[in-house]
């Protein structure tokens, strides 16, 4: 079955810091894969997705995740950290097998002044 | 502007007394799914509705029930809700499966 790996439940940066998500997933054929973010109580959002084409995905807010097949990796990152980033960031793998979402875990971001 | 709209966004309700939540989308989706996601966990699959198909996860307790009159709108009801259903509960919608999912922004509900 498809499983999504995120490494680091918790990841803290200071302001300005380069943001890095890890983001790991099962699958032989190339899935879409989407990253999503979560504030307090809220809804999901989606940030940017890897359907096909292009390898390096640009979202909002400035964030970009790159699609390694080699890796099986769709890491999130983005530059300089804002103290509005503080979310928590879901990826997520289709499953062609069960035409389902797979969620990673997700990963608390923090970012300190 | 085209969104997933979801009330109440608190509810409050009694143990064993039933509650529904009620979801609407302005998207025009054929797919419109339910979610359950509890503190720090990732969202929670509890079925799905394909147009007027309703597709259950085998592990989604029958406490749990779902009505979609049209395409616009799809309600969850929880027949008898015990402490362990407090959670958040999340609406979302697809174009199709395997499609980017559109989530609305959550209804908590707390049970007494």
């Known amino acids: 079955a498809q499983s999504v790996t995120q490494l680091g439940s918790h990841v803290s940066v200071s302001e300005g810091a380069l943001v890095l998500l890890r983001c790991n997933y099962s699958?032989?054929?190339?899935?879409?894969l989407f990253w999503y973010v979560q504030y307090p109580n809220q809804g999901l959002q989606l940030l940017l997705k890897?359907?096909?084409?292009?390898?390096l995905v640009k979202g909002i807010n400035g964030f970009e995740a790159e699609f390694k097949k080699s890796e099986t990796s769709f890491h999130l990152t983005k530059p300089s950290a804002h103290m509005s980033d503080a979310a928590e960031y879901f990826c997520a793998v289709s499953d062609y097998n069960t035409d389902k979402l797979i969620f990673g875990t997700g990963t608390r971001l923090q970012v300190f002044p | 502007d085209a969104m997933v709209i979801q009330n109440p966004r608190y509810q409050v309700t009694q143990f064993g007394k039933p509650v529904t939540l009620s979801c609407s989308q302005t998207l025009n989706h054929n797919v419109m799914y339910w979610y359950q996601q509890k503190s720090s966990q990732a969202p929670k699959l509890l079925f799905h509705?394909?147009?007027?198909?309703?597709?259950n996860e085998a592990d989604t307790p029958d406490n749990f029930q779902s009505r979609r009159p049209n395409t616009s709108f799809c309600f969850l009801d929880i027949r008898s809700p015990g402490l362990g259903d407090a959670a958040m509960y999340l609406c979302a919608t697809s174009r199709d499966l395997l499609e980017t999912q559109y989530f609305g922004p959550g209804t908590r509900l707390l049970v007494l």
């Open positions: 509705y394909y147009d007027k198909d309703f597709n």
């Open positions: 890897y359907t096909t084409g292009a390898t």
């Open positions: 699958s032989s054929v190339p899935p879409y």
